[in-house]
C-alpha cells in the first residue's frame, strides 16, 4: 500500500483471497449466477507476479460497499432538466441532491425543486435530449457501459456530468448487456439513469453459445434466462427472420431506445455471406422498429476486418450501400495487449478505425464505437459520433486477453489501482497519480475539480468507487471539449490535446510512472493525427 | 428491326424510329418513347421495372406504363416513356459539343439528383452511358436518366451475343467488370465517367493516343487512376470527381453525400 499525506490508500472493499480460478466469489447483491469475467475498477487485468503466472479470477458484480454513502452534494433545491423523450417536459431528471440521476414526475416534483428553464447558461443544464437528437449528423454521444461493479456509481455519475457539461452539446448514453441481467434487470438499471439520451440493451450476439469469439462467454444460467440465447443458430448457419424478431424484442422489453441487430461476429473467412446475412437482419430490425425507437446496425468484427484492405473495402462499400440506416454500432476485437488499460497500438487498426469514422463522416452517418475507451474518443477527431466507455478495462476495451495460468492454491498479487488521468489521456497507478498530483504544480499536472475527487481528497482511505464515478466524469469532460468545438475544429482539437499529453509525459521527472503504465499509444495517435 | 408501318398499326400512331439499344428497338409516338423489349419474359421485365414506377423526378425519365404490343405475329413487352426531346449526351459528344464549366455544377448535380432518386426508389440504374442520358431540350443543365434499371437483364451472354452492348462496358464500375455483387457505388462510378468524358471529350481510363485493348487494361486503369482533368476546373470538384471513380466502392460516396458535397461548392 502507498501513502498519501498519512492517508493509507487501499481498496474499500479490503482483502477477499480468491479460491482460485474456477472459483467465484458470491456477492450479497449479485444473484446467485456468475456474471462473467468482468473487471471492475481499479485491478489489474493480470499480471506476472515473480516467475509465477496467475490467472484470471471472477470478480463479483456491483461490489457497493453498503457502508460507504455518499456525500450529498447539495443540501440546496434539485436541479433539474426535463427528459425530451417524454415530449410534453413531464419528466425531468435530478441532476444534484440525494436523489441525483433519478427520473421524477415534473407535476408531481416537490416545490422546493428547482426546475430548468434555460438552456442558454452554463449554470442551466440543457434537457436531456431524445435518441434521434443525440445520434443526428454532428453531435457527439458517450455511451458508458454498465461495469460489473460500482454499476450503481453510474446514474449518478452519468448525472453530474449532464449537469456540467450539457452545454457543450454532449450528449450522454448508456448500455448495458442484457443477456447477463434478464430484461427486467437491465430494464430497471436503463431506466435509472435519467441522464441518458441513449439507452442500449446490447443482445451481445458475439457472447452467444458457438460465436466465434463467445468472450465473455454466457454462462448456463444466463443462456438459458435469455430465450434468444438458447435458440442462437449454429456458426455459420443462417438466423430466422423470427430470432432475429426475438432479439429485437428482448431489446425492446429490457428498455432500450436505440434497438441493435444481434451482432455475431462477423466471419472474415466469408465475407459476402456474412455480410449478407447481417444485411438481412437489419432489414428485419428496420422492419420492426416503431415510434421514436431508433434502429443501428450492430456489427461485430476481428480486427483484420478493419486491417486487411480487401476485407474492409467490402465492408466499408456494404455500410455506404446500406442507406436505409443511419447508425453504425461497431465493436472491433483489438489483439492482445499487455499493459493494463492499454489502448490498441497497432497503426493499421487506427488507420481502420480513421477510415472507418472519415466514412461515416462522409455519409453523415452515426458511427458508435462501443468498448473503445480513448481510443473511440480518438476516433471523435475523424467523426466518429459516440463510443463507448466505463470505469473498467472491460468498458473501455474488447480485446484478445493474455492467457495467464496459476498455480492452484497460489496467493493472487495484490490489485493496482488505478486513476483515469486526462491530462495524460491515459490510465495510470493511484500511486502514480498522487504521486504526480503531489509532487507537481497544477499547472503541469491539473488537479481534477471533479466533486468526485474532491470528495476523495475528504476521504479517510482511497475509495475505488468514487474514482470510478470519476473515470466516467472525466472521459465525459474530455468529450465535452470535442463536443463544444464545430465539427471542422474537432480534429485540431483533438491532435491539440494529444500534443499536450504528450509533452506533458515528456516533461514528467524520470521514474514518474511505471514501465507498465508508460503511454505508448500516444506517440502512434500524435503521428496519425499529424 | 421493325418495319415502321408494323410499329405504327400496332400503336395507332405514326412513329419515328430511335435507336436500337441493349434491350430492343425505341420509338417515337407523339410526346411517348416507346420501347420494345426483344427477347425478355412480360414476368422478368415487370418485375424489373416495378420499382421505375415509384420514381418521379425531372432527371429521370417518366415511366408511363408497361404493356403488350403483337408485332409480326409475336407479342412484346413494351414499355412507355416520355419522350425526352434535345438528344442524348452521346448525340451531343459525336456533334463535338462538350460540357461547358459554366454548366458543369448544374449537370453533375442533375445526374445525381436523378440518381439519388433511383436509389431511394430501390432501384439500380447499372447502365449509365453517353446514350443513356438525355439532355433536355439540349440543354446541359438538364441531364435526364434514360433507359432505367433494365440493365440487371444484361448479362455477359448478352453482351456477347449483342455487341453493340459492348460500349456499356466502359462505363462500368470495376466490380461490375469483374462479374462481382453491384451496388449503389457503380452507379455513382458512371456519372463520375461520364461527367469526365463530357468535360474533356475523352473517356477517363482511356489516355488520348492509347486506345483499350481489352478489359485487363481497363481495370488496370482503373487501378492507376483517371486521366487528369483541365486545370480550370475547381480543385474541389477536380477532387470530388476523381473521388467518384475509385475502385474502392465506399470512397466514391452516395449519390447524397456527393450531392451535398456539390451543393457546398
Redo the contacts between chains.
Keep these: 500500500m502507498s501513502s498519501r499525506g498519512g492517508i493509507a490508500v487501499s481498496d474499500s472493499r479490503g482483502s477477499h483471497p480468491l479460491e482460485g480460478p474456477d472459483d467465484v466469489l458470491a456477492s450479497e447483491t449479485a444473484s446467485d449466477e456468475d456474471l462473467g469475467n468482468e473487471e471492475f475498477a481499479g485491478v489489474d487485468e493480470g499480471f506476472a507476479y515473480g516467475d509465477e503466472e496467475f490467472a484470471y479470477g471472477e470478480f463479483p458484480e456491483d461490489w457497493d460497499d453498503p457502508d460507504v454513502q455518499d456525500v450529498p452534494e447539495s443540501e440546496g433545491p434539485d436541479l433539474l432538466a426535463p427528459v425530451a423523450d417524454a415530449g410534453d417536459g413531464s419528466r425531468l431528471v435530478v441532476l444534484s441532491g440525494p436523489r441525483v440521476g433519478t427520473i421524477v414526475d415534473g407535476a408531481s416534483s416537490e416545490s422546493s425543486a428547482q426546475s430548468v428553464t434555460s438552456p442558454s447558461a452554463r449554470l442551466f443544464p440543457r434537457p436531456v435530449a431524445t435518441a434521434a437528437a443525440a445520434l443526428a449528423p454532428g453531435e457527439v454521444l458517450m455511451v458508458v457501459h454498465r461495469p460489473g461493479t460500482y454499476a450503481a456509481r453510474l446514474p449518478h455519475a452519468l448525472a453530474r456530468a449532464h449537469s456540467d457539461f450539457s452545454y457543450t452539446g454532449l450528449h450522454l448514453g448508456v448500455s448495458a448487456n442484457l443477456p447477463r441481467r434478464g430484461e427486467a434487470d437491465t430494464a430497471s438499471y436503463l431506466a435509472s439513469c435519467g441522464a441518458a439520451s441513449v439507452r442500449i440493451a446490447d443482445p451481445e450476439g458475439y457472447a452467444l453459445p458457438g460465436d466465434l469469439v463467445e468472450d465473455p462467454p454466457l454462462t448456463t444460467p444466463q443462456t438459458a434466462k435469455t430465450p434468444y440465447a438458447a435458440d442462437a443458430p449454429a456458426v455459420g448457419m443462417p438466423a430466422s427472420a423470427d430470432w432475429n424478431r426475438q432479439v429485437i424484442r428482448s431489446q425492446r422489453a429490457a428498455g432500450a431506445n436505440v434497438l441493435l441487430t444481434p451482432g455475431r461476429t462477423l466471419d472474415h473467412n466469408n465475407p459476402?455471406a456474412e455480410l449478407d446475412e447481417a444485411g438481412q437482419s437489419l432489414t428485419v430490425l428496420l422492419d420492426e422498429v416503431t415510434g421514436t425507437e431508433v434502429p443501428a446496425w450492430n456489427l461485430t468484427l476481428r480486427a483484420n476486418w478493419l486491417i486487411d484492405p480487401s476485407l474492409r473495402?467490402q465492408l466499408?462499400?456494404?455500410?455506404?450501400?446500406r442507406?436505409d440506416v443511419l447508425v453504425w454500432h461497431i465493436r472491433v476485437r483489438w489483439p492482445v495487449n499487455s499493459k493494463p488499460y492499454g489502448q490498441t497500438l497497432q497503426t493499421q487498426l487506427l488507420e481502420g478505425y480513421q477510415e472507418l469514422a472519415e466514412?461515416a463522416r462522409?455519409?453523415?452517418r452515426a458511427l458508435l464505437l462501443p468498448n473503445t475507451g480513448l481510443t473511440g474518443w480518438l476516433c471523435l477527431a475523424w467523426g466518429a459520433a459516440g463510443f463507448g466507455t466505463g470505469p473498467s478495462q472491460a468498458t473501455q476495451a474488447w480485446k484478445d486477453k493474455q492467457i495467464m495460468r496459476s498455480k492452484k492454491g497460489s496467493p493472487r498479487p495484490p490489485a493496482v489501482q488505478r486513476h483515469h488521468a486526462s491530462p495524460l489521456l491515459h490510465t495510470i497507478s493511484v500511486a502514480s497519480h498522487l504521486n504526480l498530483d503531489q509532487t507537481l504544480p497544477d499547472t503541469t499536472y491539473p488537479s481534477c475539480g471533479c466533486t468526485f475527487c474532491e470528495q476523495q481528497r475528504n476521504a479517510p482511505t482511497w475509495l475505488s468507487e468514487l474514482d470510478a464515478s470519476h473515470a466516467i466524469y472525466d472521459m465525459a469532460r474530455l468529450s465535452a471539449l470535442v463536443a463544444a468545438e464545430p465539427r471542422q475544429r474537432r480534429f485540431a482539437l483533438i491532435r491539440r490535446l494529444v500534443a499536450e499529453a504528450e509533452a506533458l509525459h515528456d516533461r514528467l521527472p524520470a521514474a514518474s510512472l511505471d514501465v507498465k503504465e508508460t503511454p505508448d499509444h500516444l506517440q502512434g495517435w500524435a503521428a496519425i493525427l499529424a | 428491326m421493325f418495319h415502321a408501318d408494323d410499329v405504327a398499326a400496332a400503336f395507332g400512331g405514326p412513329v419515328t424510329y430511335l435507336g436500337t439499344g441493349s434491350f430492343g428497338e425505341t420509338w417515337r409516338l407523339g410526346e411517348q418513347a416507346i420501347k420494345i423489349i426483344h427477347r425478355e419474359s412480360s414476368e422478368r421485365v415487370a418485375r424489373e421495372v416495378e420499382g421505375l414506377g415509384r420514381v418521379s423526378h425531372p432527371n429521370v425519365v417518366h415511366l408511363l406504363g408497361v404493356d403488350q404490343a403483337a408485332l409480326a405475329g409475336t407479342d412484346f413487352q413494351v414499355l412507355r416513356f416520355e419522350f425526352v426531346a434535345g438528344g442524348d449526351l452521346e448525340t451531343a459528344l459525336d456533334s463535338g459539343r462538350l460540357l461547358p464549366l459554366e454548366d458543369l455544377l448544374a449537370f453533375l448535380t442533375g445526374l445525381l439528383s436523378g440518381v439519388a432518386a433511383l436509389h431511394d426508389a430501390g432501384v439500380l440504374h447499372r447502365d449509365l452511358k453517353p446514350g443513356n442520358v438525355g439532355l433536355r431540350s439540349s440543354v446541359w443543365a438538364e441531364p435526364v436518366i434514360l433507359d432505367l434499371g433494365l440493365a440487371r437483364l444484361l448479362d455477359m451472354s448478352s453482351i456477347t451475343a449483342y455487341p453493340a452492348q459492348v460500349g456499356s462496358l466502359m462505363y462500368m464500375a470495376p466490380e461490375q467488370l469483374l462479374g462481382r455483387r453491384v451496388r449503389k457505388a457503380a452507379d455513382i462510378f458512371a456519372v463520375g465517367v461520364l461527367t469526365r468524358l463530357a468535360l474533356t471529350g475523352h473517356h477517363p481510363f482511356e489516355p488520348p493516343g492509347r486506345p483499350l485493348q481489352d478489359i485487363s487494361q481497363l481495370l488496370r486503369n482503373i487501378e492507376t487512376g483517371p486521366v487528369d482533368l483541365p486545370l480550370e476546373v475547381p480543385e474541389p470538384l477536380r477532387a470530388l470527381l476523381t473521388r467518384m471513380v475509385s475502385p474502392a466502392e465506399h470512397r466514391r460516396g452516395s449519390a447524397a453525400s456527393c450531392l451535398r458535397e456539390v451543393a457546398s461548392l
Design positions: 459476402t473495402n466499408f462499400a456494404e455500410l455506404v450501400d442507406d466514412t462522409q455519409e453523415d
